[in-house]
């Protein structure tokens, strides 16, 4: 016999098991996804990006002054208001801004900022203080707190790990960036078989728990791959990974997949040296993935029902390095977009450059009160029980 | 001494195997075989003679770059060269994590590397550059199973740790109080024991504190010592770091909080106060003796009870280097460890941050779990793996393991009682695979092909992530 041919051990196959959530997968109750309503899309700008390049003070002196090499020529800059305008590589996001679909936080940060990546993304993704250590996301917590019953996938990131804001004490968001490759690995017949022979064991925690997330896998690798071929995008998107991430992401809700929560997330923004072409190029992929992101959502009757919040770790500073590029900063600018957002345009004034700490960006909205709004306003949740704490309202969505 | 039950010849497999699982990273075939016979005072004895440490050395090409780096020393290039260092010096470090996990898969000290294991994850620090990361690993291996007052005391003055935590920035005229805080919330006593003012006055007492980027050495900068009056802990002095750590030391907390770590990590994270209790009160009375202490668990009763074994969720680590010891896994390249460290979540050298791993059921979610699930797949029945025993493939295999100890003992044994063995070396009985599993589907194949097929499924049953 063949290596290949023993190792398909064919045989094994066997019919569909009627646990729940392979009914569910069949779409024979579909009507249950209706139910899904309001989602939520988290865009994660890893790195870092420089909020000011990205939203150009292009009025401002200090600005010019501190950036002599880097800043952005005040023509070329797409006006926004009387003081700030985009990037020009942001321009796919102008129609966006300009029709009242996007609102754009600035000097969103926290007291006694972090500038490590990986302790400043912890922060941002477990909704902690910066001088605590927390082992549960802020996302993740929600799933503990306001969701019996759902099914596994229903926080979905698109990546090939589960990151942090997703895991919660209880309950975790469900990790792929590739449906099909899931599907095959979630297939090995083995682990199926063995998962079909399991009989619950009680009084054994670790072993229950580690089947259930097995069989949750196998199933939800079977209904995400039913569901990503019920719709086919008839928009183009960019060719990045960005794009097809984004891409997935619509398939999934024009489909009514079950998932209220979705992760994307874009790297390379630690632009310490040579930024311009580094970040241009990067924003460019945001922007048109963006573009044809929200343009499929619309076509699909869905962008009332989604709102997209993009973040990064932390600003850059101020003044540009001798490399031509920037280093780690604090405050930062956050973007929401959706069709409903109640305060439209620019949420508060830009960062102030004649008061800095030390060089860098004072925050002035700390970003767990607009987790605390999205939470409260937008997922129906109570973000106080998520976050720990109580934010007052920001009256920004809803 | 103890008088104990287990160890005075009631002992069985089970128990030697739960001892290695926990002390160490499980057996190996040949290993397993060896020691089931044996006695588990045996089994101890030989566990805690493991030698002195051997130390990791860096390979010489990248020693000829630093002593480079070290001649400009006091010149105008040295900040030059000391980045030029960093930036040729990262593409050795898979060389460094490569030779750490063979040296963990390696069955001659593995108490020692378990608790080198351990003392990383508790001392968590990020090295991105190789001669920072292999001085800091051997010391802890020189410490891992002496006292845990030189091990502090050795870290606070480790060059990685100062950098990591920003004692590097740590100045009599503008303290940085990071280090000094992590040292006492999470390296020795726990929140709830200090106040703010003790970390203050700790921060002061480590100003000047410094390391040497180059060399990765020590180096006390006076000038940047606050050498004044600090109030610590109650106590007055003109106190530098190692006073503060001793003070530190005094309070019996730091040992109950170092016996939770090691009740969660050795024998069960579920916490028994008793067992923590007992832990602590020998680690404190024997002034922080690791060795004695982790003597003390294992040759206690209730280090075998039932409820402690099979509940731990191995780290991606011990799932690996288990894998790697039965298998005999041997890889050209450093890729396959690299997806390993991303695709699981553990990352030697760097993790997630200064709390460390958070561990157990953190470990799992759905995608860790399928690749934890697929790993022995990917290393048996990939197209790039050869089999020895088994396949020959081309002369320079990306990736290798060793079936021979495992086909010359079964040969010409039946099915079911092959089965039994795999299960009952590698998988925990109260668990209870079912052994039919292992084998539907099989007759048609020859006999190694068979026995892959048993060994590729034992090791990728959802019990075998537990020990």
């Not at chain 1, 079909?196 to 072993?207: A, G, K, R, S, T």
């Not at chain 2, 109950?256 to 404190?284: C, L, M, S, T």
Request: aromatic share 10%; charged share 25%.
């Amino acid at each position: 016999m063949k290596r290949r041919d023993f190792l398909k051990t064919s045989s094994l196959a066997t019919g569909a098991m009627m646990l729940p959530e392979f009914i569910r997968s069949t779409g024979l109750f579909d009507i249950w996804n209706d139910k899904v309503g309001k989602r939520l899309v988290v865009v994660q700008l890893s790195g870092g990006n420089d909020g000011l390049n990205t939203i150009v003070p292009f009025e401002n002196d200090i600005y010019y002054n501190a950036r002599p090499r880097l800043g952005i020529e005040k023509g070329k800059v797409i006006r926004l208001n009387d003081t700030l305008g985009f990037n020009p590589v942001l321009q796919p996001l102008e129609s966006v801004f300009k029709e009242g679909e996007m609102t754009i936080i600035n000097s969103v940060g926290y007291p006694n900022p972090d500038r490590s990546h990986f302790r400043s993304m912890d922060i941002w993704q477990t909704g902690s203080g910066s001088e605590e250590y927390w082992s549960t996301g802020w996302l993740g917590r929600f799933l503990d707190n306001e969701c019996n019953g759902c099914p596994p996938y229903y926080a979905l990131d698109v990546d090939d790990n589960l990151n942090l804001a997703l895991k919660g004490k209880e309950k975790d968001g469900f990790a792929t960036n590739n449906i099909g490759k899931l599907r095959k690995t979630s297939g090995n017949r083995f682990l199926k078989m063995v998962a079909e022979h399991h009989h619950d064991d009680h009084d054994h925690d670790n072993v229950a728990y580690l089947y259930k997330t097995m069989t949750d896998t196998q199933s939800s690798a079977d209904y995400l791959f039913e569901k990503s071929k019920v719709h086919r995008s008839t928009v183009t998107y960019p060719q990045t990974t960005f794009g097809k991430d984004l891409k997935q992401i619509s398939e999934l809700m024009t489909a009514k997949a079950n998932i209220r929560i979705y992760y994307a997330s874009l790297g390379g923004f630690d632009t310490h040296a040579g930024q311009k072409g580094k970040q241009d190029r990067l924003l460019e992929t945001y922007a048109e993935g963006m573009k044809a992101f929200i343009r499929d959502l619309k076509k699909n009757g869905l962008f009332d029902e989604t709102l997209i919040l993009t973040f990064s770790e932390f600003g850059r500073r101020v003044k540009q390095n001798a490399g031509n590029g920037t280093d780690h900063g604090t405050a930062n600018n956050l973007f929401m977009m959706g069709g409903r957002l109640k305060k439209q345009g620019f949420f508060n004034a830009a960062p102030d450059l004649s008061d800095l700490d030390n060089g860098d960006l004072k925050y002035q909205i700390d970003f767990r009160q607009i987790y605390s709004e999205v939470i409260n306003h937008w997922m129906d949740g109570d973000a106080e029980k998520v976050l720990g704490q109580r934010f007052s309202s920001l009256n920004m969505i809803g | 001494m103890e008088s104990n039950g287990k160890i005075n010849g009631m002992s069985d497999w089970e128990d030697i195997k739960h001892l290695y699982a926990r002390a160490g990273f499980g057996l190996g075939f040949d290993e397993s075989r060896k020691k089931e016979n044996s006695s588990l005072r045996k089994a101890l004895d030989n566990l805690f003679s493991g030698g002195r440490p051997g130390l990791f050395r860096l390979p010489s090409e990248y020693v000829s770059l630093q002593e480079k780096a070290m001649d400009l020393e006091g010149s105008m290039m040295k900040n030059f060269k000391a980045k030029n260092l960093e930036d040729k010096a990262k593409k050795f470090m898979p060389l460094v994590i490569t030779n750490w996990y063979d040296s963990m898969a390696d069955s001659r000290n593995p108490l020692l590397e378990k608790m080198t294991l351990f003392w990383h994850g508790h001392f968590a620090c990020r090295s991105k550059l190789p001669h920072m990361a292999v001085r800091q690993v051997n010391t802890i291996r020189q410490h891992a199973l002496g006292n845990f007052r030189d091990l502090v005391q050795a870290i606070a003055k480790d060059p990685s740790m100062i950098l990591y935590l920003n004692n590097q920035q740590n100045n009599k005229e503008k303290p940085n109080e990071n280090f000094a805080r992590e040292l006492m919330e999470l390296f020795t006593i726990g929140i709830g024991n200090y106040s703010e003012k003790d970390v203050k006055e700790a921060g002061r007492a480590f100003t000047g504190w410094k390391a040497d980027r180059i060399k990765a050495e020590y180096k006390f900068v006076a000038r940047r010592h606050d050498f004044g009056k600090k109030t610590f802990m109650g106590q007055t002095g003109d106190f530098n770091g190692e006073d503060i750590i001793n003070i530190i030391l005094e309070n019996k907390e730091v040992a109950r909080f170092i016996a939770r770590k090691i009740h969660a990590y050795f024998v069960n994270p579920k916490i028994d106060e008793k067992n923590v209790n007992e832990i602590a009160d020998i680690f404190y009375n024997s002034d922080y003796d690791i060795k004695k202490t982790m003597h003390h668990i294992f040759s206690s009763d209730w280090f075998y009870a039932s409820e402690n074994i099979g509940v731990k969720i191995k780290s991606p680590i011990e799932l690996y280097v288990g894998l790697k010891k039965i298998l005999d896994i041997q890889l050209s390249n450093h890729k396959p460890l690299f997806f390993i460290g991303r695709g699981l979540g553990q990352k030697l050298f760097n993790p997630p941050n200064v709390a460390g791993w958070p561990g157990d059921k953190a470990w799992i979610d759905n995608a860790t779990l399928m690749t934890r699930l697929n790993l022995p797949f990917y290393f048996i029945h990939a197209n790039d793996v050869v089999i020895k025993g088994y396949s020959s493939g081309n002369s320079k295999p990306k990736k290798t393991i060793d079936l021979r100890p495992i086909f010359d003992f079964y040969k010409g044994k039946e099915t079911e009682s092959i089965v039994s063995d795999l299960i009952r070396y590698f998988i925990h009985p109260r668990l209870s695979a079912d052994k039919k599993l292992l084998t539907a589907g099989l007759k048609r194949n020859t006999e190694k092909e068979i026995i892959i097929s048993m060994v590729s499924r034992t090791l990728s049953l959802p019990e075998y992530q537990l020990c």
